[in-house]
C-alpha cells in the first residue's frame, strides 16, 4: 500500500507565506509524477504546481512567482512554498502522485487527504 501524507497548511494573513509537504510511504519502486492540486469551494479541483516527465515544472499562472515546488528523492517527498499569499489562494490542496509498486506494475493514481490554506486578515 501507499499513502501520500500531506502537512503544513493552516491560517495565514494575506502576503504571509506557508510551506507544505507530501511525503510518500509504502511499497515505491518509482513515482513517475508528484504535483499539488488545489479546490476552492465551489470550484473544481485544479493544478497548481508539478513536476513534469522532463524534469522540469509547471505553476498555474495564477501562482506563477509566488510558489515553488521543489522536491526531495531521497524522502518520496515534494514541497509547496508558498510565498506572497492571496486570499483567492484559499483552498484544501492536495498531493497527488503516480507510483509504480513494482517493476511489474503499472503506475498508479494517489491522492493525499488534503490540508487546509486559509489566507484571511
Known amino acids: 500500500q501507499v499513502q501520500l501524507v500531506e502537512s503544513g497548511g493552516g491560517l495565514v494573513q494575506p502576503g504571509g507565506s506557508l510551506r507544505l509537504s507530501c511525503a510518500a510511504s509504502?511499497?515505491?519502486?518509482?513515482?513517475?509524477?508528484m504535483g499539488w492540486y488545489r479546490q476552492a469551494p465551489g470550484k473544481e479541483r485544479e493544478l497548481v504546481a508539478a513536476?513534469?516527465?522532463?524534469?522540469?515544472?509547471n505553476y498555474a499562472d495564477s501562482v506563477k512567482g509566488r510558489f515553488t515546488i521543489s522536491r526531495d528523492n531521497a524522502k518520496n517527498t515534494v514541497y509547496l512554498q508558498m510565498n506572497s499569499l492571496k486570499p483567492e489562494d484559499t483552498a484544501v490542496y492536495f498531493c497527488?502522485?503516480?507510483?509504480?509498486?513494482?517493476?511489474?506494475?503499472?503506475?498508479?493514481?494517489?491522492w493525499g487527504q488534503g490540508t487546509q490554506v486559509t489566507v484571511s486578515s
Open positions: 497527488n502522485a503516480w507510483i509504480r509498486g513494482s517493476n511489474r506494475l503499472p503506475a498508479r493514481d494517489y
Open positions: 509504502g511499497s515505491i519502486f518509482s513515482i513517475n509524477f
Open positions: 513536476f513534469t516527465s522532463g524534469g522540469g515544472t
